[in-house]
């Protein structure tokens, strides 16, 4: 079971901001280890969305970006496009150095 | 460019072993961090456990007592094995290349496998 806390589903009409958060614990987050993003579009393997909190891969539009407080984390997707419309997952490790994904967020651009 | 193709038979049987291969291409198997994720139909991302190239495992809590990954540097192969599945193990199986203990950089397309009599 994933310990990495999203929101089940956001959406917003083409051009709008949505954040998506991604709420841990102290042994994960909170522990001081990064958060990856990726982007799952159906029918495919996810993407490397954001890497260490605000890195994003070559490739990867600048209205995607990322931002990490104490135990959560946090994507904003600024300026938002139909071709956003996918599910979003957080990543990180625990203090077992186990990867851990989000639950997992639906986005829906109305 | 690095490619990563999972293999293995598209539906196992209840309380039988699911083994997969994921076969490396495009770049070196060393130094990287090798994890194995599955995908429920309709549902969320499940890590399932990794495999270091020093050889060393952790794994899903949740399949820890069920889950072996191995690693075959002469083939640049890793492997998944499964044992004892039921239903509930029916899902997209990807193999994923990984900076250890930071992020995923590859994935491969993902496999569906089938727990059906």
């Known amino acids: 079971q994933s310990v990495l806390t999203q929101p089940p589903s956001v959406s917003g009409a083409p051009g709008q901001r949505v954040t998506i958060s991604c709420t841990g614990s102290s042994s994960n987050i909170g522990a001081g280890y990064e958060v990856h993003w990726y982007q799952n579009l159906p029918g495919r393997a996810p993407k490397l969305l954001i890497y260490a909190h605000n890195n994003r891969p070559s490739g990867v539009p600048d209205r995607f970006s990322g931002s990490k407080s104490d135990t959560s984390a946090s994507l904003a997707i600024t300026g938002l496009q139909a071709e956003d419309e996918a599910d979003y997952y957080c990543q990180s490790y625990d203090t077992r150095l186990r990867l851990v994904f989000g639950t997992g967020t639906k986005v829906t651009v109305l | 460019q690095v490619q990563l193709q999972e293999s293995g038979p598209g539906l196992v049987k209840p309380s039988e072993t699911l083994s997969l291969t994921c076969s490396v291409s495009g770049g070196s198997i060393t130094y990287y961090q090798w994890s194995w994720v599955r995908q429920p139909p309709g549902k969320g991302l499940e890590w399932i456990g990794y495999i270091n190239y020093s050889g060393s495992t952790n794994y899903n809590p949740s399949l820890e007592s069920r889950v072996t990954i191995s690693l075959d540097t002469s083939k640049s192969q890793i492997s998944l094995k499964l044992s004892f599945v039921t239903a509930a193990d029916t899902a997209v199986y990807f193999c994923?290349?990984?900076?250890?203990?930071?992020?995923?950089?590859?994935w491969g397309q993902g496999t569906l496998v089938t727990v059906s009599s």
């Open positions: 994923a290349r990984g900076i250890p203990y930071h992020y995923i950089d590859y």
